[in-house]
């Protein structure tokens, strides 16, 4: 991997790249649309990752090459202000005017980028680029004093600002905080990370149902209901400041008060981030059928309170509970199709994978690409 792109870097722009990192996808295992509420979510970094090979150059053009299709990008380094719509260039144009933004210079670079984490699948393949860019961008622009927190801040900033989705920061966290074999338990008040360690025996199958909706309008609009839910729980509870503040029994309380549609998103969210906090003492006690319970409940709230799922999705984890070896199986990451991510027991995972394939392939006629992800460590310059 690192080495054929390090030869397609060298082939494309007549030098050898002086900087190289990469950077993993992530599965959200529990704790959906908490993030941005100031929640709490257990995620995975996983061994499917985004690679990048970059050198300075003299002036004000930079060149960006994505050694998996072929495709080139050039763009002015002082005259990023508009971004193109849809374009993958802005991905990295939106982390130079971060850095910008936080007063540091950052020469004109080549790139050369590659992969394996499933495109616009919902396992954060844009995360992953973010994240091995600006590891990069850090180091050519010699900004040491960026945090790790800053840099997920940067990739979380590109997003909102410069690509138009209003996501929070768990994508940037999982790929940067990963651990083999070990889950990632991110606050996204404190912004501390802890990791969990993944229970023995089991393995995560991962389905892409082959489906995909609009994720920015309605990832926006579910926000934009939280923050609603959360301004009126404010008025009547003294200290609220975002849901990670409400329990379900105030929210229950406040029902009548709420517009019917924030009171589900909300209830959504704050059920989550209780179930993040059941799953954690869960793991503790080494009760993984209760965690994969917890799963099945989430999908269930996504389902039914923040209308996140889909036929699809619903049909892979209906199917989950009628195979052998299923703990517990939920979509992950922001909904609306994408993937769902499967708890099994680990010596069943290969017939597991295959079962769920041929099962949706019966029921919805459409072919799930179907994997088993192991637990990876998080993003890293890596020597050359
Ligand atoms: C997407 C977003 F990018 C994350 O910030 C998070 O909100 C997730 O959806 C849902 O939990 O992956």
Not at 291 to 318: A, I, P
Request: glycine share 8%; net charge neutral.
């Amino acid at each position: 991997m690192k080495e054929r792109l390090i030869q397609a870097f060298t082939a494309k722009f007549g030098q050898a790249p002086t900087v190289l990192s990469r950077a993993p996808g992530r599965l959200e295992i529990l704790g959906n649309h908490t993030d941005y509420n100031e929640g709490t979510v257990l995620s995975v970094a996983v061994d499917r990752e985004m690679t990048a090979a970059a050198a300075p150059v003299a002036g004000k053009t930079c060149r960006l090459l994505d050694a998996v299709t072929g495709s080139e990008r050039s763009f002015e380094i002082d005259k990023l202000d508009r971004p193109k719509r849809g374009d993958w260039a802005n991905y990295i144009k939106g982390l130079i005017v971060e850095f910008q933004k936080r007063g540091k210079t950052v020469p004109a670079f080549n790139a050369a980028i590659g992969g394996t984490v499933p495109m616009s699948a919902g396992m954060s393949s844009s995360a992953a680029l973010e994240m091995a860019m600006t590891l990069i961008i850090r180091q050519l622009a010699k900004a040491d004093d960026i945090s790790w927190q800053d840099c997920a801040r940067i990739g979380q900033a590109c997003e909102n600002n410069y690509v138009g989705a209003k996501t929070g920061l768990l994508d940037q966290f999982s790929s940067l905080k990963g651990k083999a074999g070990q889950l990632v338990y991110s606050d996204f008040r404190s912004l501390e990370v802890q990791n969990v360690p993944i229970p023995a025996g089991t393995a995560f199958v991962v389905a892409n149902c082959m489906v995909k909706h609009n994720l920015t309008n309605e990832y926006n609009e579910r926000r934009e209901a939280c923050e609603d839910a959360a301004r009126t729980l404010a008025g009547i509870y003294p200290g609220v400041k975002t849901l990670r503040d409400v329990s379900l029994q105030q929210l229950e309380a406040a029902k009548e008060r709420l517009k019917p549609l924030s009171y589900r998103r909300a209830l959504h969210v704050v059920g989550e981030i209780t179930r993040v906090a059941d799953g954690v003492a869960a793991l503790q006690r080494g009760d993984i059928k209760g965690f994969g319970r917890l799963m099945y409940e989430s999908q269930y709230s996504s389902s039914h309170h923040f209308e996140n799922s889909c036929k699809e999705l619903d049909m892979l984890v209906d199917i989950a509970r009628e195979l052998p070896g299923a703990l517990g199986a939920r979509l992950s990451g922001g909904g609306f199709g994408g993937i769902t991510v499967h708890l099994v027991r680990a010596e069943v995972a290969n017939e597991y994978q295959q079962a769920l394939i041929d099962a949706y392939a019966t029921r919805s006629g459409l072919k799930a690409d179907v994997m088993i992800c192991k637990a990876a460590d998080g993003a890293e310059l890596l020597s050359l």
